[in-house]
């Protein structure tokens, strides 16, 4: 990302955005951390997302052709999808069974 960003975005499956934590700006910020909670997520969905938010970020993208990339529900109107590389998986909740 252009923007060295310091918070939390909060999403949840159906890619509707539920908030934003804190932003920090610090010229050496090497991370940033984005935190997507759903029922489930379909193959390579979080990787869409992100890719859509870097493009934001670069200004590639404004924050308003986001809503109608994912109004049209048509992937190739989207750019391209973030690597596989820095994504990790922090935690997995099950509920009771």
């Known amino acids: ?3 060295p960003y310091g918070g939390s ?3 949840d499956a159906a890619g509707g955005l539920l908030g934003i ?3 920090d700006e610090d010229s050496h910020a090497q991370l940033v951390t984005i935190k997507f909670v759903g029922n489930s997520f379909a193959y390579r ?3 869409n997302m992100v890719g859509c ?3 934001v970020g670069r200004g ?3 924050p308003s052709e986001v809503q109608d990339i ?3 529900k048509d992937r190739v109107l989207a750019p391209a999808m973030a690597p596989a590389h820095g994504l990790f998986l922090v935690d997995v909740q099950h509920g009771y069974f």
Do not use: D, I, K
């Open 45 to 47: 969905q979080v990787r």
């Open 9 to 11: 975005m909060l999403w």
């Open 1 to 3: 990302l252009s923007q």
């Open 70 to 72: 994912l109004v049209a």
């Open 53 to 55: 938010l870097a493009e």
């Open 21 to 23: 934590g804190n932003a």
């Open 60 to 62: 590639r993208l404004q």
